[in-house]
């Protein structure tokens, strides 16, 4: 069997997305800037899909900017953000130790700049709350940007509540939602959102195109110069086939937000019930303030990249931690950010499925992972002394 169960990495595109970009390609190819029939048909297709992005998320289409993908919108907020401050002698930023690296990279520059970041620590169930944000705001704050959901835990942060006080004391607010949007309801105007980041390839959309929502009033500044695209702040001919592309993908999830919130959890919760029964398992992130389709587990005396590879023999994809660092040795980030020790947040196993997933699939995934961690164990030198009380368990 192939179960496919890394979908917080990327998911397949869909078939309407993809017909939809096939028939871009074929009948849409004009630029939009073109003043002739051609690029305005090109136009129109440009426009419907601002449209259309829009009222998913609650949006007025001239707070949507297209871009190359989640981590250009997160670069853009997070630098339009900290120059607008600096302009005004603003040079403190607030986070989460635990945001993807598109954040805490170009966070990490700023502070080379002279800003300074405060990085709030997440409790162990993997959420901040919004008095904690409120605590760490200064005179001098030019932002808060926490992400919606975790990437690699799947935790949901109390946005809303986290927006209401930036809004109360006039703090721009911007959240990494990719894991989120097209997953649970995001609704920028009810969470108080001031910049948000999406991408396609997250809900079945093509990959190398994504959103920066900016709410109106908030001043962007360029990463790429050029031509008058996206109302002159973010030059380059416009990908219609990707734009149309994610447009149809994302409304397809939208409209079956619910059904597919409904399905999707209750399969992750046979995960989480069925792995939680593995001695010395921890679930990692709170239980109920999730993601309905990201579980994330830590199984002591267990090297992750191990489990991985005999998943993978068994035609299971899954990951452990985030893509970007699975190619890495270092403990996850985000494990060591919820005060995991160091040898079990390198035995972590994430498993992101979703409506595409099948309870005949998830069934396969709970008996396949405690064979694999049986089998790992049994050959583990380091389990024997566990085993034997030579060493003392910390899950
Ligand atoms: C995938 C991801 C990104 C990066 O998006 P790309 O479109 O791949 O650039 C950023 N933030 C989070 C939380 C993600 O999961």
Not at 29 to 38: E, K, Q, R, V
Not at 185 to 198: P, R
Not at 288 to 317: H, M, W, Y
Not at 365 to 380: G, M
């Amino acid at each position: 069997m192939q179960v496919y169960a890394d979908n917080a990495a990327t998911t397949r595109i869909s078939d309407a997305a993809k017909q939809e970009m096939i028939l871009c390609m074929d009948e849409f190819y004009g630029n939009p800037s073109s003043l002739h029939t051609i690029g305005q048909k090109a136009a129109e297709k440009l426009f419907e899909a601002r449209k259309t992005i829009a009222q998913c998320l609650n949006a007025d289409v001239k707070e949507i900017y297209f871009t190359s993908g989640g981590s250009e919108a997160d670069n853009q907020a997070v630098l339009s953000a900290a120059e607008t401050g600096k302009l005004k002698g603003k040079k403190h930023i607030i986070s989460t130790a635990f945001e993807h690296h598109a954040i805490l990279h170009t966070l990490k520059k700023l502070e080379r700049e002279g800003f300074e970041i405060t990085y709030l620590d997440v409790h162990e169930n993997g959420l901040v709350t919004a008095e904690e944000v409120k605590a760490a705001m200064r005179e001098d704050t030019a932002l808060v940007t926490i992400m919606y959901a975790n990437n690699e835990i799947g935790t949901i942060q109390p946005i809303r509540e986290i927006g209401a006080v930036c809004r109360e004391k006039g703090i721009p607010f911007h959240t990494d939602a990719v894991q989120a949007i097209g997953h649970v309801k995001v609704d920028v105007q009810a969470d108080n959102i001031d910049f948000l980041s999406l991408s396609a390839h997250k809900f079945h959309g093509p990959k190398g195109v994504g959103v920066l929502y900016a709410r109106k009033g908030m001043r962007l500044f360029n990463l790429i110069e050029g031509g008058a695209q996206e109302r002159g702040r973010r030059a380059g001919t416009e990908n219609i086939p990707a734009i149309s592309g994610m447009a149809v993908a994302l409304k397809d999830v939208c409209d079956h937000m619910e059904e597919n919130e409904k399905k999707v959890s209750a399969l992750r919760d046979i995960l989480i019930e069925e792995l939680s029964k593995i001695p010395h398992s921890v679930l990692n992130g709170d239980r109920e303030q999730r993601l309905p389709g990201t579980v994330n587990f830590c199984f002591e005396g267990i090297e992750g990249e191990s489990l991985l590879l005999l998943l993978d023999a068994k035609g299971i994809a899954a990951s452990s931690g985030s893509a970007c660092t699975s190619g890495s040795l270092d403990p996850s980030h985000v494990l060591l950010a919820l005060g995991r020790p160091h040898e079990v947040a390198h035995g972590s196993l994430r498993l992101s499925i979703d409506h595409y997933n099948t309870e005949e699939e998830i069934r396969y995934i709970t008996e396949k992972v405690p064979e694999i961690v049986d089998y790992l164990r049994n050959i583990s030198p380091v389990w024997e002394e566990l085993e034997k009380g030579e060493r003392a368990h910390v899950i």
